[in-house]
């Protein structure tokens, strides 16, 4: 008799740790995005196997990769912002480059994409790109 009510209840918790853990632990799959250009206005990134470089209006980054997004289309990304400016640059000058977060998602052709440099939670600019876009970015002079 102990073993049997010892076992229905072995039987109850395994069923209820089944229903409650797979929501919470079941990972998440993971997708390379394919390599190309992304563009809109003031931005274009192109995305290689391994990384992408970014041109912005007066500024370029680059994104570290590989560049995944989760099966919602969802994405985190770091790397770097670089702001530029007019003019020649002095050989004496320091870059002013600060480590970015590029985050946003993708939904077809359209990628949502924020800039936020990581050293002072400053967020840039959000851009809406499409796959293929060449973009149009003007460069300081």
């Given amino acids: 008799m102990f073993w049997r009510q010892r076992n229905r209840i072995l039987v109850v918790i395994s069923l209820i740790l089944l229903l409650v853990s ?6 998440r799959k993971m997708q390379r995005l394919a390599t190309g250009t ?4 003031h931005i274009r ?3 290689g196997p391994s990384s992408a470089t970014i041109d912005y209006d007066c500024a ?3 994104i570290d990769g590989p560049l995944t997004i ?10 770097t912002h670089n702001q530029e400016h007019g003019g020649p640059v002095r ?5 002013n480059s600060h480590p970015a977060i590029y985050s946003g998602w993708v939904k077809g052709d ?3 994409l924020a800039v936020k440099l990581a050293d002072t ?3 840039l600019d959000t851009f809406m790109l499409k796959r293929g876009g060449k973009g149009r970015v003007f460069k300081c002079k």
Avoid at 91 to 95: G, L, N, P, V
Wanted: glycine share 14%.
């Fill in 70 to 79: 989760d099966s919602k289309g969802r994405f985190t990304w770091r790397g």
């Fill in 60 to 62: 370029n980054g680059t």
């Fill in 22 to 27: 797979p929501a919470g632990s079941r990972p």
């Fill in 91 to 95: 050989m004496d000058e320091t870059s």
């Fill in 121 to 123: 939670d400053e967020v």
């Fill in 38 to 41: 992304w563009g809109a206005p």
């Fill in 45 to 47: 990134i192109e995305v």
């Fill in 110 to 112: 359209t990628m949502k």
